[in-house]
Every structure is written in C-alpha cells, then in structure tokens.
C-alpha cells in the first residue's frame, strides 16, 4: 500500500518546500505531489518534465447578458457577496465582478429575464509531469481565482492513482501554509503529517494551531524543527510541547545557508554534499520512516 | 486628502516579512503622529498580537447565515439541493440534510424553497478582537481551528479599522483569502524575498494586485548586496522597490523572541520610517 506523507507548517515560509524536495530526493522511487496551489514552488527544484495539461474548474460563475438585461436590479439585491455592480458610466447598468463572485447561482436562478448566463468557470490547470525522481502532480491556480482545497484534493487523487498504477511506496506531498481550506483538504485521509516548523514565537503559535487542526482530524502527526539553533531554548519548548500534544520530533535540521544555496542550484538540499542541513535531514527521514513502519505494524 | 488610507501587506510567499512590515509601519505611523490601525487578517494564523502586544478590550464573534429546514412544513421538492452549488444542503428520500461547514451562506435555499420552510441562523466561524497597542488601534481575526472559509472573516476585519491610515497585515498566497484581504485597499506593499521561491511568488502576486487594479510596490527582505535578483525582477516589470531590509542576523533573533527591528534593533526606525513617507507618498494621500 502506497504510504502518503503531506508537509504542512501552519506559519509560511518555514522550509516546507525545501524538506520536500529532499524527501523525494531521498525516497527515490516516489510519486510527489505540489499541493500549495496559489504560490507552487516544488517545480522549481524538481525541474518537472510536463507531459499533459489540463483545464480545473472549481464550480460555476455568472455573466449578465447585456442585451437581456432590463437593469431591474433584482441580482443586486439578491447577491450576498457585492459581486454584482452598480455601474453609472455604461450601457449595461449591473456586472458582475468575476473576482467577488463566489459561485452560488442565486443571481442567474431570480433573474425576471434570463439575462444571467450561469457557466463552468476555468479556474487553473493542473499537470501530470515526470521528474528524475518520479511522476509529479501539480498544479497552478488562476490568478485571483478560488477553489483552492478542490484544485488540492483534484491533484490528490490524481497523484494517488499514478503512485497505485505504478506501484510506488511513497507519495510525498507538498502543502500549503495556514490552517483553511486548502490544509484541510490536503490533509484529510493522509496517511501522516509532517510539520514543519521554526523556533521563533510566531512558528510556535502557528504550531499550536495546526496540531489542533490535526489533532481534530486525528491524523498521526510528526515533527521538524527548522533552523533549530536559532534559538535553542525556544526549540526545546516546542518539543516538549509538541510532545504533550501527541506529536512526535522526528528531526532538528541546523540554520544552514546551503539551503538557499540548494535552491539557486535547482537541487534539493540533500544533493548539496557535505553540508549540516543535508546532513540533518537524512537522520530525519530514516527517523520518520522507522515511526511510519513501526505504526504500520501496530494497526 | 481623503481622511482615510488603506495600505496592505501581501505576498506571495509564506515567512517573507509581512507582519514585520506591516507591524513596523503601524509602528511609525503611530510615532509619526498618524491615527493608525492596524488589521490582521491572516486569521488562519494571526502573528500581529505577538509583536504589538495589544491590550484586547473587545471581542465578538463573526458568523455566517446558515439554512434551518423546518421539516413540517417541507415538502420534500429538492428546489433547495438543486439550487446549492456546494452540496451544503441535499435532499435524500424527502428528507432535507444540511452540511453547514460546505455552505457559503448565499441564501439560495432559502428564497427558493416554496413552502416557507427554510429559515437561517448565524453560525460562528471565528472572532475578531480589538484593542490598543499604545497609539495604534488594533483589530484582528481568529478562525476557529477546522474551519475552511476565511472570507466572511477578513472582510469582517477589513470593515474595522479607523479613520486615517489603516495597515492590513494579509494571508500568504494569491488566493481568495488574500483577495478579501486587500481588496478595495488604496495600495499594496508586496514582501519578497531574493530566493528562487520568493521572486516565482512575487510574479504571482504581482500578477494578482495587477489584476485587481491596485497600485503597489515591493519590499525586498533579507536583502543581500550581492544578490540582485528581486532587483532585476523589479526592474524588468516596472515596479518600484520601496525598501530593501537587510539580512541581518539581528533581525532573525529578535523576531524569534517577537520584537520587531523597528524597535529591537538600532538602525531600522530610520528605515521604517522612510518606508511610512515612500509609501504614503506613492499612495498618493
């Protein structure tokens, strides 16, 4: 059975997408999927080949027909997301404003004179591409366009059925930051989480609330503490506390320039010989895959 | 001079420096003698109250209309599943379920049902709390863990502030949490970061402000002399660098602590406070 593993953070900008890189590097034979959908970066150290694209839709969304409209103003009234117009300058006397349009239908469904055209949108694409590593599913949003958790979940499955097809061990997946929409639909019915996070007061709250997220949807969670040495004291109080909360430290990877380094060289870290963070990161994979195969036994 | 001015912090990319910008330019603005707010709603993961340390005097809960089917009175018609584009509301063997953490809250359901027999509550999705935090007003939003939809939420807390400069502290990415948050804003500072990662996250939200049709500008942090590719980017799109922070190790260990530069570490009040001029300035207030 492929086991899929989804980095999440909470905070942005602790190293998700650079630890990922490196797992898969280190996985070997791995699919890998980038669920950050709205800022995706894996592809820039991956270097994906893409081998087909395809047009996501996340739902529906309205267009007024102006030679229908009476400029009743009945939409107006009705749209509860100010994504119906007032305008005084043109012929047309509503729009819609693509942007604040969530989608519901209600204005195309009331409107007296059928001038509300209601249609799929395109929202993004996603891509199944090969890298050195293996197959890769990603993705990228429209610009301002919503739906991020269905465009994640899209690319879930998709990856999902590669890694099965082929008979792959691993699916690695990259997530996006925060606690909403997009997190919960990377994490729900994942094998396990690994968080990443930095010990800085703000990792350390954000922390807490991602392994609440996690927690209420009772998934095992793990932990990697970035940039520890930073500041040592403060790791040692995330770890005791992720502890308590039920989420285990599988590794400490030391502040290491050569990440940066990695990135402008289109490497995952692990690449990059003889440097501490590669160093520190291997000790955590071999640490994380103990922990999986240990739990696997167990249930 | 319109009273009021609206500048956010976006960007991209996660951990670039959004709340050290936007909570040092709320710092500035305050000593500068400026009525300021300042607006966290990155409510997924609000930061703003760590460094500004606020004294919280309000709280409410911001919530949105979901449907109650009175089931008497239901005759079973399936209009209301028909019309929900987000299978919040389904209609199963003349019997109405409701998933009230898939609704948007549009209403549909309940002016389509013809018998009368949808009605709406508020239901809870966060907070939003407000204080001070010395001569700054302060105001942020909280989701609640397992919550998906922020919006309702940051356009709750983009409808606080005051009247004179307002300072929104946004979400990462370029997605709908982000739009609410700076829509309608007067100007847009976008944090970057001369990474590989950070400068591929810029264009996407460059992109975006683009799209939305707000004047910006960019913040380059952890700015290394040697290192010009968030200046070639810019240079390139034509978008003006408004202040470029050094890579400072200062900066990283006082913010691990939550202090801000602006006031932990000697040399950035100069620099926050001539991002406050150039950015009031580009503004145009």
Redesign the interface.
Known sequence: MVKEITVI??????GK?SLAASLVSLAENTAVADCD???A?LH?VLNPRVEQVNDFSG??SSAIIPDKCTGCGKCHE?C??GAVVKNTDQKTVFTIDP??C?????CS??CPEKAIEFKQAVNGQWFISSTRYGPMVHAK?G????N??KLVSLVRSQVKIIAEEKGLPYIIVDG?????????ASVTGTDCVLIVT?????GQ??LE?VV??IN?FKIPAYLCINKFD??PE?SDIIEKKAMAAGVKVVGRVHYDRNV?GA??K?LPVVEMPNTPAAADVRTMWSNLLQEITAATKVS | MSPKLTIAVASGKGGTGKTTVSASLSCAAADAGYKVAYLDCDVEEPNGHLFLKPEIDCRHLVGIPVPVVDQKKCVACGACGQICQYSAIVCINKNILTFDKMCHGCGGCALVCPAGAITEKSRSIGSIEGGSAGRISFYHGNLFVGEAFSPPLIRAVRSTGCNGLNIVDAPPGTSCPVISAIKGADYVLLVTEPTPFGINDLDIAAGMVKELGIPHAVVVNRHDPDNTLARDFCRDRGIKILAEIPDDRRIAEAYSRGALPYSAVPGYRELFKELLISAVKEAKW
């Not at chain 1, 953070?9 to 602790?14: L, Q």
């Open positions: 953070s909470g905070k942005g900008g602790t997408t959908v709205d800022a970066d820039l739902g529906k009705l509860r997301f942007i604040a969530e989608g519901c239908g209600v469904y009331f949003l610009i301002a366009q919503e991020s958790g996006p930051p925060g606690i909403g929409c997009p997190v919960i930095e010990p800085t007061l703000s709250h954000d609330r609440e997220l209420f930073i500041n403060m940066t990135q402008v289109k």
